[in-house]
């Protein structure tokens, strides 16, 4: 017999325990992260105070000396628990014997600079604050918790400074501020400098440590003519993980003066990108890291240009060309497919000037001049309309069973979900938008994870709906089991569902219509207002349509409706599930011949998703016409 009960019971504590999985998994790689991070920090940090220690040979300051030996020795211990990181081992080393030989200052710099490159290619992207502190707010912040060491204007020569050793970082040092970079700065504000008496400043948040961070950074520099973004092919994550000479190295076409420009004001950084500018740059990046064989990197870049790019404009894109939009997604999956593959550097060519191309194509047509009124109703109609319809869709068959089987008062727990869901989504976008940068990847396996656990609950409901359509007395049979079964317990878990449901399309949604509104003047908000507006009076219609049509059946006939709903449904679910795990690079995309590509339904061109999806039709078969209780009307 299927109780339903335990299965929601069960439902709501793989949804906890898969919580606590992340929760761990993310310690875990956050411990690596710290790790890598702090390694790189000490790499830089010898960079720069190495010419304080060495001078001809000679040892010109014991303390800094003793300093640097320590650091080294803490690099090759700290490089030998890292996985894939074998060649830093060996440049740590390096770095080691060239310390204690007492070279040159201009010897260390290039193996300090060869150690933090290694070690960012096997680290995590930084997870940057999306905005600053206000500049008064940050000097204040300065003032209050920097001055007694770096003095008032950062020059190192606070009240305190005469009798520490090592003496204080002097931050208007331009020759020394040019070798540290952002994160090198933040990471020593969140966790401190050992040996030093620089502390961790544990008790500021993320964003006033950002903030810190590109405060200190700025005062060896001055503003001076403006650098507009698009003279600039760098991203954030290159901005603050190098320093300005690194920089200047790296993109050759952008003067070191224009880069001094933006750490003395990063502003023009953080303003809204263009999302098809941004995949175009990210791809660029990609090519760039593919052809120095950074694979890894270019990978990472590959997703980012969708996540992070496309598809913020895709839904605008596809009310005015479908067909374009399908044309750049299959570009841009071919390229990233290319990316995981060696010696394909002339086809990785090739791919990117067609994505380029369709992506130029689609801005022109996407500007604000030529976006009509009716092209941003439309898309702004579209979003909510498929965003929204499967959330209606769960949240309604859960209402209408627990109506049906005579449960009213269990009603409340999935408003409960479904509105604890829509304050959550939200939360999470303010949080994304004002407080730390949650990547496209980290979105996608988000919506990838909730949809999974929704399909794997939707079906299981399902054929255990189906299973009763046959019980003999459907009276007795709600008395005596239905009612039982749904303890508040499992009430609890019909609220995660729906909780769930909603939650998965909420964030993604509020960013899409983000997208679409920096895509419009201000005079065409009220068109996508309308958009908006329409699509709730359709889902509402579709609603009412779906409560009065469903609570008029005969339970029986009720029961098989929702059932094959349910199903339905978890066939769309998984479908999507897939395409957001691959789109996250967490499975494999394989491309079909034809390009298969129905997104009401789930289904995409690729064989993971498509077998995936005959997986769940094959078995809802073989459950609702080949076994035994189904056919004979065995009922539970």
């Known amino acids: 017999m299927f109780k339903l009960g335990v299965f929601f019971k069960s439902g709501l504590v793989a949804s906890l325990m898969t919580l606590s999985f992340l929760i761990s998994f993310s310690a875990h790689g956050n411990e690596a992260q710290s790790d890598t991070r702090q390694l790189m920090q000490i790499a830089e940090y010898i960079n720069v105070d190495y010419r304080e220690a060495i001078k001809n040979g000679e040892i010109i300051s014991q303390g800094e000396y003793d300093e640097m030996l320590e650091f080294s020795a803490l690099a090759v211990e700290k490089t030998q628990n890292l996985d894939g990181g074998n060649a830093a081992v060996e440049a740590a080393l390096k770095l080691q014997t060239a310390i204690k030989n007492k070279q040159e200052?201009?010897?260390?710099?290039?193996?300090?600079?060869?150690?933090?490159?290694?070690?960012?290619?096997?680290?995590?992207?930084?997870?940057?604050?999306?905005?600053?502190?206000?500049?008064?707010?940050?000097?204040?912040?300065?003032?209050?918790?920097?001055?007694?060491?770096?003095?008032?204007?950062?020059?190192?020569?606070?009240?305190?400074?005469?009798?520490?050793?090592p003496t204080p970082t002097d931050f208007t040092d331009k020759a020394r501020a040019r070798?540290?970079?952002?994160?090198?700065?933040?990471?020593?504000i969140t966790n401190g400098i050992d040996g030093t008496a620089m502390t961790a400043f544990s008790q500021l948040n993320d964003q006033q440590r950002w903030s810190l961070a590109f405060y200190a950074g700025s005062l060896a520099?001055?503003?001076?003519?403006?650098?507009?973004?698009?003279?600039?092919?760098?991203?954030?994550?290159?901005?603050?993980?190098?320093?300005?000479?690194?920089?200047?190295?790296q993109f050759p076409a952008i003067n070191l003066a224009s880069i001094e420009q933006l750490r003395a004001n990063p502003s023009p950084l953080f303003a809204a990108a263009d999302p098809l500018a941004m995949a175009k740059q990210q791809l660029e990046a990609s090519h760039k890291a593919y052809l120095a064989d950074e694979f890894k990197q270019a990978q990472a870049l590959a997703v980012s240009a969708y996540l992070?790019?496309?598809?913020?404009?895709?839904?605008?894109?596809?009310?005015?060309d479908t067909q374009l939009r399908k044309d750049i997604e299959a570009s841009m999956m071919q390229f990233r497919q290319l990316t995981g593959q060696a010696n394909q550097e002339a086809a990785l060519?090739?791919?990117?000037?067609?994505?380029?191309?369709?992506?130029?194509?689609?801005?022109?047509?996407?500007?604000?001049?030529?976006?009509?009124?009716?092209t941003l109703f439309t898309a702004s109609f579209v979003i909510l309309l498929r965003e929204g319809l499967e959330a209606l869709l769960v949240v309604l068959a859960l209402v209408t069973v627990l109506v049906k089987t005579e449960r009213r008062d269990a009603v409340k727990f999935v408003h409960t979900g479904w509105i604890l869901?829509?304050?959550?989504?939200?939360?999470?976008?303010?949080?994304?938008?004002?407080?730390?940068?949650?990547?496209?990847?980290?979105?996608?396996?988000?919506?990838?994870?909730?949809?999974?656990?929704?399909?794997?609950?939707?079906?299981?409901?399902?054929?255990?709906?189906?299973?009763?359509?046959?019980?003999?007395?459907?009276?007795?049979?709600?008395?005596?089991?239905?009612?039982?079964?749904?303890?508040?317990?499992?009430?609890?878990?019909?609220?995660?569902?729906?909780?769930?449901?909603?939650?998965?399309?909420?964030?993604?949604?509020?960013?899409?219509?983000?997208?679409?509104?920096t895509q419009s003047l201000p005079s065409q908000f009220m068109s996508v207002g309308t958009g908006f507006i329409a699509g709730i009076i359709v889902l509402a219609i579709i609603a009412y349509l779906m409560v009065?049509?469903?609570?008029?059946?005969?339970?029986?006939?009720?029961?098989?409706?929702?059932?094959?709903?349910?199903?339905?449904?978890?066939?769309?679910?998984?479908g999507k599930a897939v395409a957001a795990l691959q789109e996250a690079a967490?499975?494999?995309?394989?491309?079909?011949?034809?390009?298969?590509?129905?997104?009401?339904?789930?289904?995409?061109?690729?064989?993971?998703?498509?077998?995936?999806?005959?997986?769940?039709?094959?078995?809802?078969?073989?459950?609702?016409?080949?076994?035994?209780?189904?056919?004979?009307?065995?009922?539970?």
């Open 308 to 320: 992070d790019g496309f598809e913020l404009a895709e839904n605008a894109l596809d009310a005015y």
């Open 586 to 636: 967490l499975v494999t995309m394989s491309p079909m011949p034809i390009n298969l590509d129905i997104a009401w339904l789930g289904v995409h061109p690729t064989w993971e998703g498509v077998l995936a999806q005959l997986l769940v039709v094959l078995v809802s078969l073989i459950l609702l016409l080949g076994l035994p209780s189904f056919s004979q009307g065995k009922t539970a």
């Open 105 to 165: 200052p201009v010897d260390i710099e290039p193996i300090t600079v060869e150690l933090r490159n290694l070690l960012m290619d096997i680290a995590p992207a930084v997870t940057l604050s999306k905005s600053l502190l206000p500049e008064a707010q940050t000097h204040a912040l300065f003032q209050q918790n920097c001055i007694a060491c770096h003095g008032a204007t950062g020059q190192g020569d606070g009240p305190l400074a005469a009798s520490l050793e």
């Open 548 to 574: 009065k049509f469903s609570l008029r059946l005969p339970i029986r006939k009720f029961f098989l409706f929702t059932s094959y709903l349910m199903l339905a449904l978890s066939f769309v679910l998984i």
């Open 421 to 517: 869901a829509i304050a959550a989504g939200f939360g999470t976008w303010w949080v994304a938008q004002h407080l730390v940068s949650i990547s496209g990847a980290s979105r996608e396996i988000m919506e990838g994870v909730a949809a999974l656990l929704a399909a794997l609950v939707l079906f299981y409901v399902g054929f255990w709906m189906h299973s009763k359509t046959n019980a003999s007395n459907w009276q007795a049979y709600i008395r005596d089991n239905i009612h039982r079964h749904l303890s508040t317990g499992t009430l609890w878990g019909i609220a995660a569902l729906a909780f769930i449901a909603v939650y998965r399309e909420v964030f993604e949604t509020v960013l899409f219509y983000q997208a679409l509104l």
């Open 221 to 249: 520099f001055t503003e001076s003519e403006q650098v507009s973004p698009s003279q600039t092919s760098m991203t954030m994550q290159d901005f603050v993980s190098h320093s300005p000479t690194t920089l200047n190295e």
């Open 179 to 188: 070798s540290r970079s952002l994160v090198g700065l933040y990471d020593a």
């Open 349 to 374: 060519t090739e791919t990117l000037e067609q994505a380029d191309a369709q992506l130029t194509q689609a801005q022109n047509m996407l500007s604000a001049d030529t976006m009509s009124e009716s």
